[in-house]
């Protein structure tokens, strides 16, 4: 059975610009991208940055069999991409925790995608 997650981060607001052109850079490294989510098991991510009155926050989704194996193998991972992701993180967001709560109601997908 799949799972799902969404994990909503604050960004520090002298880091937003830093943060949106890392994303788009990596954006263009697919080869790399699908290499790290084909290790991990992801099946689908998706990254969105929300502005809010509350702050600018990093919003991503995430799809896999396993979101705990998921974070274990990206965790050790040595990737170029997984290494710079974790180091722009760390530069861009405020404290890193995960801040809302999300409960999933159902989840939907084409099973012939």
């Not at 790290?36 to 929300?50: H, M, N, R, Y």
Request: aromatic share 8%.
């Amino acid at each position: 059975m799949v799972e799902t997650t969404i994990l909503r981060q604050e960004v520090n607001p002298d880091k937003v610009s830093k943060l949106v052109e890392w994303m788009e850079e990596a954006d263009n490294r697919e080869s790399e991208i699908i290499e790290t989510l084909q290790d991990e098991g992801v099946k689908t991510e998706s990254a969105f940055l929300e502005p809010s009155s509350q702050g600018i926050f990093l919003v991503t989704y995430m799809e896999a069999d396993d979101l705990q194996q998921v974070q274990e193998i990206f965790e050790q991972s040595t990737h170029d991409i997984d290494i710079e992701y974790k180091q722009i993180v760390q530069e861009c967001l405020t404290d890193g925790q995960t801040v809302g709560s999300f409960e999933p109601l159902y989840h939907a997908a084409d099973p012939d995608r």
